[in-house]
């Protein structure tokens, strides 16, 4: 792996899982891997998670990780190739991610879209520029439209939890979210939101579980939304979509719920139906599907307070594997 910006970047999904699960098991397995390394995080953009769990990874692997809130507290950086800088944007990024590259081993950047400019934000240019002027590994911490973290902590949760049902069948009863003998069933559904939001994680995700797919994985991933709210064809193709939520829930093992934007009429909110947001009534209809979102989430509008706080959520122990996941990246692009 060169740079952490999609699936595009993992030759094997599953073994980078089986990596992010080891460091579970042994967090300071490789504590002297990143000895007198730097990592650099750069955040355009707000986090908990995503910061907090990669630092955390950074330390696991003796790594240091500064970090930077470019937003607050850096240059107005520009990212556009032969700008006029006679606006607000202090510096380039030509002149300011060489230097970076010359600080750090690793740059982690978080960038947000600005759900204006479609053409703009899938360009992905802010990571690009980083990735063509620094010079060095480029982890993505969320981009303009994928999230790579989250999606690979997402299959890493996934694994795990249809690991626990294989060996809980193995000793008795089926317990739910580990069907015997058929593909499990992926389900990502669109709830309501109050404000627009971008598309990457919901990108991110397709993009991930399809490629799980396509490596082999024996999953059967169905994507519902109401109408208008399509995503880039580019993540979802091999999916299997549907406007019907009713339909696409009846016996999914895993049911991931996240709001987004649409796509096509770039960076609105068109319906806005509250029957879309996900209830323990609508759960029966699954295989008592386990209940995953990426965080933070807004209770009783994206998902409800009866689901979250049942046994049927397993956002808490996907939030926690943020960390093995970056571990397991991190301790990929160090080991290079
Ligand atoms: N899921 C996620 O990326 O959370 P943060 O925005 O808090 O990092």
Request: aromatic share 8%.
């Amino acid at each position: 792996m060169k740079n952490f910006i999609s699936a595009h970047d993992v030759k094997d999904i599953d073994s980078l899982v089986k990596s992010a699960l080891a460091y579970k098991a042994n967090p300071l397995k490789d504590k002297e891997l990143g000895a007198h390394k730097r990592i650099g995080m750069l955040f355009l953009n707000p986090s908990m998670r995503t910061r907090l769990s990669t630092q955390i990874a950074a330390q696991n692997l003796g790594a240091d990780a500064i970090v930077f809130n470019v937003d607050k507290e850096g240059w107005a950086l520009e990212f556009e190739e032969e700008a006029i800088m006679s606006g607000n944007k202090v510096e380039h990024v030509k002149d300011a991610a060489p230097i970076m590259g010359n600080y750090f081993d690793i740059l982690c950047i978080r960038t947000f879209p600005s759900l204006k400019n479609k053409e703009e934000d899938y360009s992905e240019l802010y990571i690009n520029q980083f990735v063509k002027y620094s010079g060095i590994p480029v982890v993505s911490l969320e981009s303009s439209t994928l999230h790579p973290l989250q999606s690979l902590t997402d299959i890493i949760t996934i694994t795990e939890v249809l690991g626990a049902g294989e060996a809980a069948r193995a000793s008795g009863p089926s317990t739910g979210s580990a069907p015997a003998g058929r593909r499990p069933k992926i389900v990502l559904t669109w709830a309501p939101h109050v404000k627009a939001l971008p598309q990457a994680v919901a990108n991110s995700f397709s993009q991930w579980v399809n490629a799980w797919g396509q490596a082999g994985r024996q999953i059967d991933f169905v994507i519902t939304h109401p109408e208008d709210y399509e995503l880039d064809p580019q993540f979802t193709q091999g999916a299997t979509i549907t406007h019907n939520q009713n339909e696409a829930l009846e016996d999914a093992d895993f049911v991931y719920v996240k709001n987004w934007s649409t796509f096509t009429d770039y960076g609105k909110i068109y319906c806005n139906d509250p029957e879309w947001m996900l209830t323990q009534d609508k759960l029966k209809q699954t295989n008592n599907a386990k209940v995953m979102h990426c965080l933070p989430v807004r209770r009783n509008v994206e998902l409800s307070d009866e689901i979250l706080d049942s046994p049927s959520s397993i956002v808490t122990q996907e939030a926690s594997n943020r960390v093995w996941a970056a571990q397991a990246v991190l301790a990929d692009l160090l080991k290079r």
